[in-house]
């Protein structure tokens, strides 16, 4: 049995022994006394020594009659001779036997007996005694080690089987790496593109649309397929996709690299299927990725997972699309709906601003003037746009706004639901009452997030819009003569643009100012329009104290609140807004306390885009203004994760020069 290699002490202990008593006995020719001393301490080192060895012979019996106590001679040889590598480890986790194939497959033909089993794994010996085991890499190689636990009380033996799984891990690896994923890639802004053009420019654009894709994908082993003209078919393996999101999907850069000869970036949008069980299933993530990419304006990659969403890119503003064939196409099956429900009710975001508030009046105004019943579900308490609620009392609008548990009382099987300026369920004035309604529309022009409103009848999304007004402005256009709105209601959308554009200063369009133009032949007043953004004295102050504390970090200025006031909700975003007149500030954020919570006001001139930076802070919002809400944190924290937060996005995206 190789443990009785631990017998070879006794030699080794009795030479030295001899030794010592050698030595002793020459320092007699020299100095009688050092003899004397050198012989006591070496007869009194070897008595202890002795009984020392005595006391490891008798426990090296014990474990030996421990083993024959539990093994036959017949299981010994079965274990000695077992065709896979085995150890017995003590209760202490000492080593105290193992076959020859534990000795020359792990230990490299090294004996190990008495060392500790933390030499091959860290790992409890009890976390063994499992029915699945547990998996080891030790030299190189992947183990599968099983362990038995002593089934009597006073047993202290542990016996591990290990078996050696380093072929099927490289075979389990190579299955993952190996793994298709479907890529659909679209030129998201193929019409502006080509509106203009020539041919030979179109010719050539494409031509290098073509080259940067053959470019991309001639760094796998994939396969790439034109399935019409602005849209192409890719399937790659996990191992190039993987390679592709360590580069942060560079070729979308390249593309913007291409310009047409009016300086038109060409711009392209990936989804992604990830991580799918088949092809087909692949297929359809991919579409439900893309959707997602354009929905949040293009320029980006969504990929697709069992865990939801990730996105790459996504730093250049959206274009903006010239026809208006969906708003006519939304306005038509809107008016459907409308006209087979009892009744309407429109409903914005919490705490909502002028463009909620104002969008939410035109809709709604606009249905009462087809004969039917409509309301307006806000919690005037809360909301941030009290100044244009009293502005419509004042024109003697009256039973237009109720509070959410007043209409969700009201709630019947034909009542209809319109949710105006979000998308997200978490964020909509009352959950209770979009849960309470079984048809629902959405009209949003905020990027899209991985939680939306799915169950939408229509689901109106166009998030390169100014804003909510300008998109119920064109819906409520195409109602025929029944959108009769008046002086007020005109005068609230033109608000609600005003306040998103920054007064038409960003992401302005055509069709924004198109937008205005109809809303000023209705008898909207740009003077009166104006006063609703009036503040006081007070918030004027405050907003001015916010501004002159901001700090400038790599041209962002962030300013941090340092005292409480009731009105902190329209102060913040209004500093935010100022801070973005400074020279040299891209962006701008305003962090402070809102009771439990601590929010931060991010706005931004187009060329960073604030709605990575705050989803990576969990929030969201729009390219050019977006929020964050943190629990459990405090002003000088939520500065800290920003500042880290700026610094990540600097590493993964290059600023997008302003067009």
């Known amino acids: ?66 083993m ?13 001779n077992f065709p896979m590598p085995v150890i017995v480890v003590s209760e202490a986790e000492e080593i105290v036997w193992y076959n020859d194939l ?30 699945k085991g547990i998996e080891i890499t030790y030299n190189g190689k992947h183990y599968r080690v099983f362990g038995i636990s002593p089934n009597e009380q006073h047993a202290t033996l542990y016996m591990l089987y290990f078996i050696d799984i380093t072929n099927l891990k490289k075979r389990s690896e190579e299955y993952s790496l190996s793994r298709p994923s479907v890529m659909i890639i679209m030129i998201d802004n193929y019409d502006e593109l080509m509106q203009n053009a020539k041919e030979s420019e179109k010719s050539r654009l494409l031509g290098e649309i073509d080259s940067v894709l053959e470019d991309l994908m001639s760094k796998t082993s994939g396969v790439i397929k034109k399935l019409r003209y602005d849209r192409f078919f890719a399937v790659v393996e996990e191992r190039h996709l993987k390679d592709m999101i360590s580069g942060r999907f560079e070729f979308l850069q390249k593309a913007r690299e291409i310009l047409t000869n009016d300086g038109i970036a060409v711009t392209l949008s990936v989804g992604v299927g990830r991580e799918s069980r088949s092809l087909s299933e692949s297929e359809s993530s991919a579409l439900q990725a893309l959707d997602m990419a354009l929905g949040r304006g293009g320029d980006q990659v969504a990929i697709k997972t069992e865990n939801g969403y990730d996105f790459y890119g996504g730093v250049s503003k959206g ?25 309407v009710i429109v409903m914005g975001h919490k705490f909502s601003d002028l463009d909620c508030l104002g969008a939410s009046i035109g809709l709604a105004q606009a249905v009462r003037a087809m004969g039917k019943n409509s309301s307006i579900a806000v919690d005037s308490e809360k909301s941030l746009a009290t100044i244009l609620i009293d502005h419509l009392n004042e024109q003697d609008v009256t039973g237009l706004f109720v509070h959410p548990d007043i209409a969700l009382s009201n709630v019947t099987k034909n009542t209809l639901l319109i949710i105006v300026d979000t998308h997200n369920p978490q964020f909509v004035e009352s959950f209770e009452l979009y849960k309470a309604c079984e048809t629902v529309v959405v009209i949003d022009h905020h990027r899209k997030m991985v939680n939306f409103i799915g169950d939408a009848v229509i689901f109106y999304h166009e998030p390169y819009a100014s804003s909510a007004s300008e998109m119920v402005t064109e819906i409520i256009q195409y109602f025929g003569g029944k959108n009769t709105i008046g002086r007020a209601e005109a005068e609230s959308l033109l608000s609600g643009i005003m ?40 918030t004027y102050q405050r907003r001015s104290r916010l501004v002159s504390t901001a700090e400038i970090y790599k041209r962002c200025a962030i300013s941090m609140c340092d005292f409480m006031s009731d009105d902190i909700r329209i102060v913040a975003p209004q500093a935010a807004d100022d801070l973005l007149t400074i020279f040299g500030v891209d962006a701008s954020f305003v962090i402070f306390e809102d009771g439990d919570e601590v929010k931060v006001s991010a706005r931004s001139m187009g060329t960073i885009n604030v709605q990575l930076i705050a989803e990576a802070l969990g929030g969201g919002g729009h390219q050019t203004m977006a929020g964050v809400q943190m629990k459990n944190s405090n002003i000088e924290k939520a500065r800290q994760m920003l500042l880290e937060t700026i610094d990540q996005y600097y590493e993964n995206n290059k600023p997008v020069k302003k067009e």
């Open 319 to 343: 274009f903006e699309k010239r026809t208006k064939v969906k708003s006519r196409i939304v306005a038509t099956a809107l008016l459907e709906l409308i006209e087979a429900s009892e009744d």
């Open 102 to 131: 534990f000795r020359d497959g792990l230990l490299k033909g090294e004996d190990d007996f008495g060392m500790k089993f933390d030499v091959i794994s860290q790992t409890g010996i009890q976390d063994f005694c499992n029915p």
């Open 499 to 538: 306040l998103d554009t920054r007064n038409f200063a960003i992401r302005t369009g055509v069709r924004t100012f198109e937008a205005a133009a109809y809303l000023r032949r209705m008898g909207a007043d740009t003077v009166a329009v104006r006063k609703l953004f009036s503040n006081s004295i007070d």
């Open 1 to 66: 049995m190789k443990s009785k290699k631990i017998w070879l002490v006794r030699p080794v202990f009795i030479m030295l022994v001899a030794s010592n008593i050698f030595l002793a006995l020459l320092s007699f020719f020299f100095d009688k006394r050092l003899f004397v001393v050198e012989l006591i301490v070496t007869g009194t080192f070897s008595v202890i020594a002795f009984i020392r060895l005595r006391h490891v012979q008798k426990d090296i019996y014990r474990f030996l009659k421990s």
């Open 68 to 80: 024959g106590d539990h093994l036959n001679l017949a299981e010994r040889e079965a274990l000695y």
